[in-house]
């Protein structure tokens, strides 16, 4: 058993110095945002002064998280319909050309998506879905596309096809196969997809930047970016490091209630056979 504890302690002392790597940040400014500091609204003991600020911003937190929250959703939904039909269309059929539509699919990883932000804005502008948050949902969705039917194709293909065939044979076509057999069978992979999607809009900065002009309509990364130099240019870190905060919750929140199901969904191609 010592033998055992020897060996694993480098690995235990590696995960525990990585751990703190990424989580100091976090807790230094969950820390900061509720202490005194200079400059700021929080001036004299601890307390929730700079939450105060960034509740009282311009449309306030409220509007800002609403803002955030509908655009994730929606960016959520759009990458799972989409993903989730594309993914059962590689996985399933067998069709003239998929492989190459395929890696065209992934090959739009390749180009950075910054660079396609201004054809999209006057794409977006023609649509009447410029300035809009189902426009910016949209456009943050096809961003999350070839990962998302990358996963789902690959958890459909782990997915045995006896499965598939016996709800044939049973009367069931193939949207109704997919709804009642094959999606609880790729829980995890969709649970993946959507994960991923959520915290790309969720945290997104450069898109909404770009398409969004009304300060009412942005979402909270903009909307705390804003914050930080909102007098005179002078930056209210206090106020900021609160709006970090406020933005990080909801993300470890969901990691933590999600993660199980998050490695199964990467580990299932791996399984497969």
């Known amino acids: 058993m010592s033998r055992n504890l020897l060996l694993r302690t480098p690995q235990h002392v590696l995960t525990g110095a990585l751990a703190i790597v990424f989580l100091f940040p976090l807790a230094w400014a969950s820390v900061a945002s ?33 803002n955030s929250t509908l655009v994730s959703t929606l960016t959520v939904l759009f990458t799972l ?5 594309g993914g059962y269309a590689f996985a399933m059929f067998r069709f003239p050309g998929r492989n190459v539509l395929f890696l065209l699919t992934l090959a739009i990883l390749m180009v950075p998506y910054a660079t396609l932000l201004i054809p999209l804005y006057v794409l977006l502008n023609e649509l009447g879905l410029q300035n809009s948050l189902i426009g910016l949902a949209l456009v943050l969705a096809m961003f999350q596309l070839p990962f998302g039917t990358l996963m789902m194709r690959v958890s459909f293909e782990a997915v045995p096809t006896e499965l598939r065939e016996a709800a044939l044979i049973d009367g069931c076509g193939s949207v109704r196969a997919l709804r009642l057999v094959l999606l609880p069978a790729v829980k995890p992979g969709l649970i993946t997809v959507g994960l991923f999607a959520f915290l790309a809009a969720w945290n997104d900065f450069i898109t909404p930047l770009v398409l969004i002009s009304d300060s009412d309509k942005v979402p909270l990364p903009l909307a705390v970016a804003n914050l930080r130099g909102q007098v005179m240019g002078i930056v209210d870190y206090g106020a900021t490091e609160a709006g970090v905060v ?21 580990m299932s191609g791996a399984l497969k056979g």
């Open 246 to 266: 406020v933005l990080a919750l909801p993300c470890v929140l969901l990691f933590l209630a999600l993660q199980r199901h998050y490695v199964r969904g990467f």
């Open 81 to 85: 319909t989409v993903s989730v039909l």
């Open 34 to 66: 509720v202490s005194p500091q200079a400059g700021t609204a929080q001036t004299d003991g601890w307390g929730l002064g700079n939450y105060q600020t960034l509740a009282d911003y311009q449309a306030g937190i409220g509007q800002y998280l609403f």
